[in-house]
């Protein structure tokens, strides 16, 4: 065999092992999201949001007490490729509504981030299990599927991310009404490159009743 040919061999098998060891990381991060959604919902409930229940003699405090309909989310958001590159910011907006109390909330909402080269629209959608630490304050964690948007020197393209988040919430008087949020978060791209980050969003609660 001559020296060409090993060294070609010799490629061929680092290639094989980068190949495997790429597919070891996509499955574990996949697992990962799995087994975060598994965690969530078979833990035992905890309270959601407040109490629905309606205090008897004064019918101005049950309605001042009851949950929202939804939570309007408005803020900011910042996000770092964990491959390198400066970080980019964009405005926040999400929605948030109830469907199982003190088991699933969902959210969805979109951040448009903006650079001299590139357009790209993040819109996700979060299944939380919510956990409340006292009456002004609660704690979600949430997984769920992102879809990336992304215009970048003339070229569009469409990808399928998986994104796991923790939610801060703080109502200062008690009622939720008006708030604020920090919700930190992890995305890995299930597209070519596997691009993995983590960014954060902070802004405004606002209860819709």
Known sequence: MTDSAIMHSLRIVRMLELSTHSGDINRLCVFTLIGAFLFLFLCPPARGQTSTKTPRGDPQKAIEDK???AIVELGAATSWNLSGGAATFAPNLAAEVTPIENWLEIEAGVSPFYT????EWDTDLLFKKPWTISRKAEFMVGVGPEWVHLRQNGKVTNSISGE???DFMFWPTGKHRFGWFLEP????????GHQQSIGV???????IP
């Open 67 to 69: 949950d929202p309909l």
């Open 116 to 119: 001299r080269k590139s357009t």
């Open 164 to 166: 796991i988040a923790g």
């Open 185 to 192: 978060a992890f995305d890995y791209s299930f597209a070519g």
């Open 201 to 207: 969003s902070v802004g405004l609660l606002i209860g």
